[in-house]
Each structure stands twice: as C-alpha cells, then as structure tokens.
C-alpha cells in the first residue's frame, strides 16, 4: 500500500514539477537523511530502487510546499499552488516589457505649460487645445492637481503643479470653476510655501514666486498673506542675486532650467545656448515650452509635438529618459539578485547603451547621473570604452545633474559618480581616482550637514551612509544582494520640477521577485549547510583538536558567491575545500610535527593508497599518526569525490590538476615552516612568491571553477590569463591578512608582509608599511578587475572570471575590520542574514 502512494504521488509530482528539478541540493539532504532513516529501521531496502526513486520526487514536492509557507506564510500545503507560478511568470513578464518600453508618469504641472504654448497662427489659441481638456478632467477633489498618493512633505510640489495649472486654464478663459477650486486650494496651503520642513522641488524658490507674478499680470485674485507673499518674491530676488552674480555656467544653466519662472525676466539668448539636438531645454517639457511661448523657437515646437505624439495631451516631467530608465531597471536587476531571468533583455540594453555611446548620443553623455550609470555598466560587463566622456562631463559644471543645488537628483548624481569612479581598470585613470575621491566627501558632507532631515529623501540617504561604509567592490555579493533589497523603495516617485514616477525606478514585482528568489536560495542553502555539517562529523574533521573549526563560515563564503541553486555542486566543492584548507592550514601552521608534515606530503605524492570500505583500516600503516588519518583520508574522498564530478562535467579529467594545486599548497606550507624552524628571514620578494600560493585559494577556486562550468581545455586551465586572475586575488588576500593581523602574527613570531617592510633604523615605520601595503592591495584590486572585465584577447569564460572578482570580494568583507576567521562577533550578523533569517515580505508592505 505505502509503494503504490508513493508511486501515485511521484507520478504526480514529476508532472507538476519538472521546472523544480534544480533543486539538486535540497532533495539530496533531505532524500538522504529520510532514506537513513527508512533502512536503519528495516522498513525498507536498498534492492528497491524504483520506490527509491518515487521517494525522492515525494521530497520535491515537500521542499517546494516548504518554498511556499516561506513565501507565504500559509503552513500546511499538499501541492504548489498554480497562482504562485503564474504570478511569478507574469512578473518576469511585466519586467521584460520595461526593459523594452520605459513606463513614464503624467506631469500636471509639465502639462499645464505646455497647455500654455499659443498657436503660432493665432496667438488667441491654444497649440494644444486637448491639453487643456485633460487639465478640466484632473483636477482632484480638493481644488489641486498632483500625482494621487503623493508624499505629505511634497505639498511645495502640489501647490507650484496646481499654480500652473490655474495659470493655463486663465490664460484661455476657461474652466471658471475650475479656476475657482484651485485659487482657494492654494490660499489655504499658502503658508506651506514657506515652510522648511517641507520638500523644496528644484528650482521651486523661483518659478512659484514668478508663476505668482504672472498670475498678478492675469488679473488673478489671490487672497494671500501680504507678509508671506513678500517674503516669497524677497527670497526670489535674493537667489536670483546670489545665482546671477556667481557668473558661471552652472548658474546659466540652472537659470536656463527655470525658464518658466523667469519668463520676461528670463536672458533668452543665454538660455537657448542650452537647447539639445531634440529641440528641448534639458528634456524638459515645462522650460521647452517656456521658451516656445516667448522666443516662438521651432525647434522647441517640433520638440514639444513629438512629445504629444507620444503621450497625448498628459505629458511627462521628463523626455526622453529611456536609456537612462532601462539602464536603472538593469542595475537594480543585478543588484538585487535576479539578473538571471533577464539576461537576453539585458544584453539588448548594454548593446543599445553602447550605440549611443560610440555615437555620442545626448541622451547619455547630457546628463550625469545617465553618463556615470551607463560608464559603470558598460565596463562592468566588459565594453570597451574610455573613461574620457564621464570625466569631461563632470569637469563641466553646466551638466543639468549638477545644476539642482542640493537636491535628490544632485545626491543622485552623486552617487552614480561614486560608483562609476570605483571601476577604474587603467593605470593611466587618476582622473577617475580623483572623482572618487570628489563624490565621496560631497557625499560625506551631505551625510553630515543632515540632509535628510525633511524625511522624503531619508531612503536614498541610508543608501548613501551604506556606500560610504561598504563600497560595492568590497562587499559580499549576497550581503550587498540582502541590503539592496532592504533599502529597495517601490515608491519609485524623485522630484525635479514636479514629481515624477516610473516602474523602471521602483515597482513591486521586482521587490517581490527579489524577495522570493532571496528566500528560496536560502532554503536550499540552510539544508546544504546541515549537508556540509554531516560531512565534517563523517571525516572526524571534529576530533582534530589543532584547528579552527569553522566549517559554517565556509559554506558561508560559497552561499554568499555561488548562491544560484543549480551550482549545487560548485558550492559544495568551495565549502569543502574551504574547511580542508582552513584544518591543513592549521596542520602546519601549529598542529602536526615535522614528521607528520612530511609524511602528509608524501601520502599527497603518492595517492594510491588503498582505502578499504573500512574507515581508512588500510592506511594506518602508511600514516604516522591519526590526525594525518583524518587529514588525508578527508583530502583524498573530497578531492576524488569533486574531481569525478566536475570530470564528467568537464569532458576530462581534471582530477590530477586539483592534486597538483593541492601539492602546491603543500610545499608552499612546508616552505614557511622550514622559514620558522631554521629561524629564517625571507625577502620581501620570496615571501611574497610563496604567500600568495600558501594563501590557500587554488584548492578552493579551481574545483569550483571546474563544476561551475563552462567546459575549460587543459591550455585555457593552465593557460597565463588563469594564473594571473588566481594571482592577483590571491596577492590580495594574502595582503589583507598581513594589514590586518600583523600585531598578533609579530607577537606569535610569524613572518609577515608588513613587519618585512619595517626597517631596523626606524626609517619606515608601521604607518609608512600599512599605507604601502594598502596601495598594493588597491593595485592588485584594479589588475584584477581590468582582467575580469577585459573582452579583447581574453580566453578564460566571464563565469570564471567573475568567481576570482567575487572571491576579491569576500576577502574584503572578512578582512573589513580584522581577521574574520578570528573575528567571530563581527561575522555572526552576517551569517544569520544569509543563511538563517528570511526577508519577510511584509516589511515592505
């Protein structure tokens, strides 16, 4: 009876859950434990292996009902829900279709201006006449115009939209009582215009002022504060001073971006020296059709009709925004963690991004949030191109995104600087360096100078201080996924005249994809990391009294990289060699003699060694004592076991190049022992050559390498490129952990990079040392990354490359304050975030 049920429910479950089948990891613990359990109490046998088989798909079908009470919170389930799938299919889909077509917002107050435009033929009509009729059919209940749901600290937004939109409907005679509701709305918020707690739009501190000196010329009855009034237009003749007597571009161009403020106060000479290929002033609707109404310009009314061509008569606060708006949508992809599902779309993107790139298209190269967003991307994933454009653009100080005086889009900008200038690859980029440098204390001094204290902003500004501690190079990739996604705002509304929305900046699907992906992983991960757990209690490795037993910060390492749940095997493979070369690490360093030491070599050399199906009964012989046993036996069934596989993977046997990375460890490990016995001081150059091997990555790279895939022949295996990604990250690492353990390796006896560069005169002292070793790590970091994001001449596959760039990653996150393997406090936060506590959803709700 139980065979049949089981059968019948694999039958079922094989058809519902194919798409599950990558789930490798999770069936295999939970399969094997279950399977354990079943033999030891007779229940079943081996001999049945069709029962087996029905077993397992059974564990599928509980691990994917285990999925769905973690996304959920619903206990209980008997089969996945079709909903759940559907949903997640729509999506991706509704995803796809913005990485293709950019969702923009309508923009009241854009609209209004626009609605403002006089036909060239008869100044005593509208251009746009169906403008206007959209303005009579949007008004809200309470007399305003403004995006619904808007932030309560944005009324400043809500008053200057509504103004505007009076001033249209007035300056054609209609919509008396529309009119009406409006005027009343806005001497009842009036006072607001003045207050500080409330969020400024760009700009606003001129253009309400002028727009309440045009309503004056219209003959509008505004029953306002005498006192406020003044103190208003006061303000707006101070800035116009302060701006106007600074002569610089960046005023001109900021006066130029308010046009519809100044209007007959406007220099119109000066701010057309601002209009774009497309006809526009900084693709702004509203300061376009400024100038169309006073200038009477026909490219800006060829801009403004392409515009309503597009959109109809709602316009939006900005056009064009595509590539920047799909380039946004690509990074929060990545940076969230769910890239994977996208790549083809992607590639679309940064194939486009790059077109306008070589072209010098003013959608990029105008803007310089857009310019430093698309560089960033583009270098990432290995385009050619120079950092020159950015750095002209950001030596310009007319460029629109600077133009904003302490504003969202100014910190923004910001932000995309500090990002771009970490991807400096050339020698030859110090222009670059010194951007970093540049955006990273403006935005210290933003941090400091509190301005987030309006609330509105206090999302971007939390992104900022996190930044500023953990930059993206230096951070975990799964860390940096977590914080991504905490930090992620659906509201995806930023105010530059007027807010403005789009689902290409912040939409729900994504977070909610994001969020699952993110749990899912980590259940698989939890039951991989009891996998690993049983491993080391069935190699002894626990008995082993000399070593440092950290086999969870192992699997910590490979979940926090190679956290995608098909790479089951590579993981594994990290976390195992990880723990092995942490116990042979500690086997030399304090825990076996030199008698030990040697004979684990020579067992190494030697490899066959017959072991039993007895716990290694055949060996003891061969070994000098029990914990080179338990060493070698552990050693040789991993080696084995992932040699095997990522051989099959592979095409050919890759069993005997992980045996000689291991030995080269081996010797390299010997080496420094021999350094310590003999009471022998390397140079610089010989430490240097031995440490970057003894570091102790090979053995934990290169099987990974393997059975992450893609095929590798043995010439791109061993071939220079290879060598020196594994060269540079491992000088790296070894530096790291010189800088910062170098006080307790010094008082232990332990040679080390930074005490070798001291001098017994006096003349380079510590401080002298560890800044010298931080300018070789930082070398080393930006060699690394020029080869992994290097096309040209490049033999090793990007997946490869990005497993050495990932590691460079995690040596950083575990050496940010100290020795992480010795720094458990520090680690234990980190752990728990990846491994052992989901993202519930309901925060974001």
Not at 96 to 119: G, H, I, Q
Not at 235 to 244: A, V
Not at 594 to 609: F, G, S, T
């Amino acid at each position: 009876m139980l065979h049949l049920s089981l059968n019948f429910q694999a039958h079922l479950t094989l058809q519902k859950t194919q798409s599950y089948c990558y789930r490798r990891p999770l069936i295999s613990a939970s399969y094997e434990r279950k399977k354990e359990q079943l033999i030891n109490s007779g229940v079943f046998q081996y001999e049945n292996e069709k029962l087996w088989q029905a077993f397992k798909w059974v564990c599928v079908l509980r691990i994917h009902c285990e999925e769905v009470a973690l996304e959920t919170g619903v206990q209980g389930l008997s089969s996945p829900p079709n909903s759940s799938v559907l949903w997640v299919d729509q999506s991706k889909e509704r995803i796809r279709k913005l990485l293709n077509e950019v969702d923009y917002s309508v923009s009241a107050y854009d609209t209004a201006w626009v609605a403002m435009v006089p036909d060239p033929h008869s100044s005593q009509a509208p251009l746009f006449p169906k403008c206007l009729n959209w303005l009579l059919d949007s008004q809200l209940h309470d007399g305003s115009w403004s995006l619904p749901h808007h932030h309560p600290l944005l009324l400043k937004d809500v008053l200057s939209s509504t103004l505007a939109c009076v001033l249209a409907l007035k300056t054609w005679g209609i919509g008396e009582e529309h009119i009406k509701k409006g005027v009343r709305f806005i001497e009842l918020n009036f006072a607001l215009a003045y207050e500080e707690c409330q969020f400024s739009p760009v700009g606003f501190d001129i253009i309400f002022p002028g727009m309440l000196d045009h309503a004056r010329d219209l003959s509008l009855g505004f029953q306002l504060e005498p006192k406020l009034l003044n103190d208003l237009l006061h303000k707006r003749d101070m800035e116009l001073g302060r701006i106007r007597e600074s002569h610089s571009k960046k005023s001109e161009a900021f006066l130029a971006y308010v046009s519809e403020g100044l209007l007959k106060l406007q220099n119109w000479d000066m701010a057309m020296k601002f209009q774009r290929k497309n006809g526009s002033l900084f693709n702004s609707p509203s300061a376009t059709a400024a100038a169309a109404i006073n200038v009477r310009n026909p490219s800006c009314l060829n801009y403004l009709y392409s515009v309503i061509d597009k959109f109809g008569p709602a316009v939006p606060a900005v056009y064009p925004l595509d590539i920047y708006a799909r380039l946004c949508l690509v990074d929060n992809l990545e940076k969230m963690g769910i890239s994977q599902y996208f790549t083809n779309e992607i590639q679309c993107v940064l194939d486009d991004t790059y077109r306008c790139w070589l072209q010098g298209e003013e959608d990029i190269f105008a803007e310089t949030s857009h310019c430093a967003l698309a560089f960033r991307l583009l270098r990432k994933h290995g385009y050619d191109i120079s950092s020159d454009p950015l750095i002209g653009i950001l030596e310009d100080e007319s460029a629109s995104s600077y133009c904003c005086n302490g504003s969202w889009n100014e910190v923004n900008a910001l932000v995309e600087v500090y990002q771009a200038s970490q991807m400096a690859v050339h020698e030859n980029e110090s222009a670059l360096e010194k951007q970093n440098l540049l955006s990273k204390h403006l935005l210290r001094q933003h941090i400091f100078n509190g301005c987030d204290s309006k609330g509105f902003p206090n999302q971007i500004f939390q992104q900022v201080e996190y930044l500023l501690k953990f930059p993206s190079p230096l951070i975990l990739p799964r860390v940096e996924i977590r914080k991504n996604i905490e930090h992620y705002n659906v509201d995806s509304g930023r105010i530059l005249k007027t807010l403005y929305r789009s689902s290409n900046f912040g939409n729900e699907d994504l977070l909610r994809l994001a969020v699952r992906d993110f749990n899912h992983c980590q259940l698989i991960h939890r039951n991989e990391l009891e996998e690993i757990e049983r491993w080391y209690t069935q190699n002894r490795l626990h008995e082993l009294k000399f070593t440092r037993h950290k086999a969870i910060y192992g699997f910590f390492s490979a979940a926090a990289t190679i956290f995608s749940p098909e790479l089951y095997e590579a993981r594994m493979s990290w976390a195992k060699n990880c723990v092995l070369t942490t116990v042979t690490d500690d086997f030399f360093d304090v825990g076996g003699s030199e008698e030990e030491l040697r004979n684990l070599i020579d067992l190494l050399e030697r490899w066959d060694v017959n072991i039993s199906s007895d716990y290694c009964s055949d060996i003891s012989s061969d070994c000098c004592s029990e914990n080179v046993q338990i060493v070698f036996s552990a050693l040789r069934s991993t080696i084995s076991e992932t040699g095997e596989k990522a051989s099959i993977l592979q095409g050919r046997n890759v069993t005997s190049h992980t045996k000689e990375i291991w030995l080269e460890l081996f010797y390299g490990f010997f080496r420094e022992f021999e350094w310590t016995r003999d009471k022998t001081v390397p140079t610089l150059d010989e430490y240097m050559a031995n440490g970057y091997v003894s570091f102790a990555l090979g053995p934990i790279l290169f099987p990974a390498i393997y059975l992450r895939g893609p095929k590798l022949s043995e010439e791109v295996a061993r071939h220079p490129e290879m060598r020196s990604l594994y060269k540079h990250v491992s000088t790296c690492g070894r530096l790291l952990n010189d800088m910062r353990g170098f006080e307790r390796e010094r008082k232990e006896g332990k040679l080390n990079s930074v005490t070798l560069r001291l001098s017994p005169d006096g003349t380079v002292s510590e401080a002298a040392a560890i800044e010298e070793v931080k300018l070789l790590i930082e070398n080393e970091r930006r060699r690394l990354l020029r080869l992994v994001v290097q096309k040209d001449g490049s033999v090793v596959p990007r997946a490869c490359k990005d497993m050495f760039w990932n590691l460079s990653r995690i040596l950083h996150q575990f050496y940010f304050n100290n020795d992480g393997f010795t720094s458990e406090v520090e680690m234990v936060d980190l752990v728990k975030a990846i491994i052992h506590k989901p993202i519930p959803l309901e925060d974001f709700e």
